[in-house]
Each structure stands twice: as structure tokens, then as C-alpha cells.
């Protein structure tokens, strides 16, 4: 039979050890950082490298390894990578040609370290861009929450997984986007506009979207910001909060560009920017 | 007879506060975090107390004392993925307390908008974490044998958290 031990906690002393405990092993799991946000690697150096650091008060047992994915959204603008380590014949995948020197490392409390990431790709290679995603995986940042109960013991573990780009780019490299479709619709929550964005050229269209809903006399009465990445298609939805005092017709307007302050420099390819007025229905 | 102690003890009496205060320390709102990262807060583990030959143990994903709990704040598309055991095990090779999750033992619940997404923990959940982050919590069951032999039993469920930055 399974037993468990009535205690009892009331104690000062023991609600303090209780508190304590409970302190220690509450800390949020930051998970590793890592710089930058993503790699995109040339044929020149076919070199990538990451800054992994460890902000926490414990060890980190980290994992580097590669697979293959790019963000692709859903018809209700959601956006998601989903990854696989066996991607389909014709996909532009550079999974296969990645290596992480160290894959595997113990990172210290406030230590930060190098990983390198080569590129071996296949000779002949034509130009374009070519699609990764690294995997930062780290545990140990913190003990697991163990409750034990008389002679029951279970854990609860935490293990976190950073997904990156990791770009592989290779000769002369265009892209740019299109809006293929755009709709604006009052509904109960607002305005809600909906874009569907289609890439030209031949990688991936990195950049940021500004949508201003505009009132009847053109004043700007609400904005948002959505950063995009386009590999093929995506369609994004975005909603606005009308202000009460807003009446009449209304108009968004879009404008995309490729300003990403959050990627490395050169993350970002150049792309010529577009403008757009979608009346509001 | 199944009886349970531990929380319920702890948060009366004197200490109550002290343990708010310190709770609410706890879940006090992380600085901004870069796009495509993720702070994960293990707040508690299942909790079963005890367990009698025979008798099952339901714990509710509602059960806010004894459900697993765990906190997410930061931003990106997340991805959960539970290793569940099989069950309780008394040793390497010892005798098995099965576990059990049901589809509907998973939530996950969203402060700010007061959402929640109930989800199978067997299989992936994935979404978009908002501003206000998000809550997960877990249910299960544990169901000793009637002629279940005596031991230490142990088990470890491990939530793994696949962050991805859905705009590179």
C-alpha cells in the first residue's frame, strides 16, 4: 500500500523552512538568453555564432541541435513554426548542413558562451536562402518541485526550448511582398483588419507592418505594429479598439517596410516598402 | 481512508499573509522580455496526499490546492509538451501506481482575457502567449491497486516549453 504521512506545518519554524522552500524553488526558470534573435549566415563565412547566457542562480544543461520550419499562419492569422527534423523533398532546407560546436555545455550562473554554427552545404548549390531553426533547449536552471507526501514523491520538471532562424543565404538574393487580399470590418471588438501578404523573390520577406485606422477627416485615431515574417504566404489579422469618439466612415492605412530593429544587421533584407488605404466596411 | 494534508494547514493561521505577501512577490510581473522569449514559473506540483490500496485519487485541473501549476509570462508562440509516467514507480523495477491523465486534465488560462483553452495533455498544445501571460494547470488520477505493495513510490512529469519567435 502506498502511504502518506500526515505532518503538521503549523509551526513557526516550520512554516519559515515551508516559505523558504518554497521561495527556492518558485524563481522563474528565465529560459537561457541568447543573442541574437536569429542567424542568417552568408556563403562567405557559412559561420554563424550565438552568445548563450545564463541569468539565473543554477546550472543550465544546455542542448543546441537544428531542424527545419518557417512561420506559417492559420486562416485566422495565427501564427506558428512548427518544426520537423524530416522535411519534405523540395523544401529549401538547410537542417542537414548545420552543425553547433559545442552542441551540449553546462552553463554557469551569470556565464556566457559561444556556440558556433557551421554550415557545410552541398557543392553546386543554387542561390537563395535556405531554412533552419536552431534549438536552444535548457534544464537544470532550477530544482524540479517535488511534493512528497509520506512515501510518495513526485516531480514536476520544467525543460525550455528557444526556437530561432537559423538562414542560410547564399549568391544574389531578392524579396519584397505582396498584398494579395485586405479587408477591414467593424465588428463588437473594434475594427478588424485582415491582410494576406505573399513573398516575391527568392527569401524570405522580413520586416514590419504599421496599420493606422484613420477617421472621416484623415486624423489617426488608432495604430498598430506588427512585425512579419513572410517565407511564402501569411495572412495576419489585426483588431483595433475605436475610440467612442470616432464616427463616420473610416479607412486603415498600411504601410510595410523592412525596419526590424529587433534582428542582426543585414537580418533584414531590403524590400521596397508599400503603402495601402483599405476602407473600413 | 484517504486523508490530505499540507496546504490547507499552511495557508491558515498566522502565517496566511506572510504567505500571500510572499506569493504575490512571487507572480509580480517580470521585466519586458525580448520577442520570442519565455520566463517559466513552476508554481506547484500535483498534489495526491494520501494514497489508500484501492482507491482511486481524482485531482480536477479546477482544484486550485492540489492541481499542478505552472506560469508563463514573456511572448511568442508556445508549444507544450507534457512527459507523463505511466505512473508512481517503488524503485527502478518496483511495483507500478498507475497515473492517469484525461483529455480534458490540461487548461491553460489567460489572465488578461480571461480565456481558457482546455487541452489533452497526451498531445501538443500550442498558442499565441498575450501580454498578461498564461496559466497552466494539471489534473490527473492516481489509482493504487487494491492489493498495491507498500513502498516509496515515486514519478516525474516533465513540461517542456518550445518558444518560438513566429516573426524571423
Not at chain 1, 252 to 271: F, K, Q, S, Y
Amino acid at each position: 500500500m502506498a502511504r502518506s504521512t500526515v505532518r503538521t506545518l503549523f509551526s513557526a519554524r516550520t512554516l519559515l523552512a515551508a516559505l523558504a522552500l518554497l521561495a527556492g524553488v518558485a524563481a522563474p526558470a528565465h529560459a537561457v538568453s541568447v543573442s541574437p534573435t536569429a542567424l542568417y549566415i552568408d556563403s562567405r563565412t557559412r559561420t554563424g555564432v550565438l552568445t548563450l547566457y545564463n541569468p539565473g542562480t543554477l546550472p543550465e544543461e544546455i542542448t543546441v541541435d537544428f531542424a527545419y520550419g518557417y512561420p506559417q499562419s492559420d486562416s485566422a492569422g495565427n501564427v506558428s513554426v512548427a518544426t520537423t527534423r524530416e522535411p519534405a523533398a523540395g523544401e529549401p532546407s538547410a537542417m542537414a548542413w548545420m552543425r553547433a560546436f559545442p552542441r551540449r555545455l553546462l552553463l554557469q550562473p551569470g556565464q556566457r558562451q559561444v556556440v558556433r554554427v557551421l554550415v557545410e552545404p552541398p557543392a553546386e548549390l543554387a542561390d537563395g536562402e535556405y531554412w533552419a531553426r536552431v534549438l536552444i533547449s535548457s534544464r537544470g536552471g532550477q530544482p524540479p518541485i517535488e511534493q512528497t507526501q509520506g512515501d510518495v514523491r513526485l516531480q514536476l520538471n520544467v525543460q525550455t526550448t528557444l526556437v530561432m532562424a537559423a538562414n542560410y543565404r547564399k549568391g544574389d538574393l531578392r524579396t519584397g511582398v505582396d498584398v494579395t487580399a485586405a479587408s477591414a470590418r467593424r465588428n463588437a471588438d473594434g475594427v478588424q483588419l485582415q491582410v494576406d501578404l505573399s513573398r516575391n523573390g527568392n527569401a524570405a520577406f522580413l520586416g514590419r507592418m504599421r496599420a493606422e485606422l484613420l477617421d472621416a477627416r484623415e486624423n489617426v485615431v488608432a495604430t498598430l505594429y506588427d512585425d512579419v515574417a513572410v517565407y511564402r504566404t501569411m495572412r495576419r489579422r489585426l483588431t483595433f479598439a475605436v475610440p467612442a469618439a470616432a464616427t463616420g466612415a473610416m479607412t486603415v492605412r498600411i504601410h510595410i517596410d523592412t525596419e526590424r530593429e529587433d534582428l542582426p544587421p543585414g537580418g533584414a533584407l531590403p524590400a521596397a516598402p508599400i503603402d495601402q488605404r483599405i476602407p473600413v466596411q | 481512508m484517504a486523508r490530505r494534508t499540507g496546504t490547507s494547514a499552511l495557508f491558515g493561521g498566522r502565517g496566511a499573509w506572510l504567505l500571500a505577501a510572499l506569493l504575490a512577490l512571487l507572480a509580480a510581473p517580470c521585466p519586458a522580455l525580448a520577442q520570442g522569449t519565455v520566463s517559466v514559473l513552476p508554481v506547484q506540483g500535483l498534489r495526491f496526499g494520501m494514497l489508500s490500496t484501492g482507491m482511486p485519487t481524482v485531482i480536477s485541473p479546477l482544484d486550485a490546492g492540489r492541481r499542478a501549476t505552472v506560469e508563463l509570462v514573456g511572448s511568442g508562440h508556445v508549444t507544450l509538451l507534457f512527459e507523463l509516467p505511466r505512473g508512481l514507480r517503488a524503485g527502478a523495477d518496483g511495483p507500478l501506481l498507475p497515473l492517469r491523465f484525461g483529455a480534458t486534465d490540461g487548461r491553460v488560462t489567460f489572465p488578461g482575457s480571461g480565456t481558457v483553452l482546455v487541452f489533452d495533455p497526451a498531445a501538443p498544445v500550442s498558442f499565441t502567449l498575450p501580454p498578461g501571460g498564461a496559466t497552466i494547470w494539471l489534473g490527473g488520477s492516481a489509482e493504487p491497486a487494491s492489493a498495491q505493495p507498500p513502498g516509496a513510490y515515486d514519478a516525474a512529469i516533465t513540461v517542456h516549453v518550445v518558444v518560438a519567435n513566429p516573426a524571423t
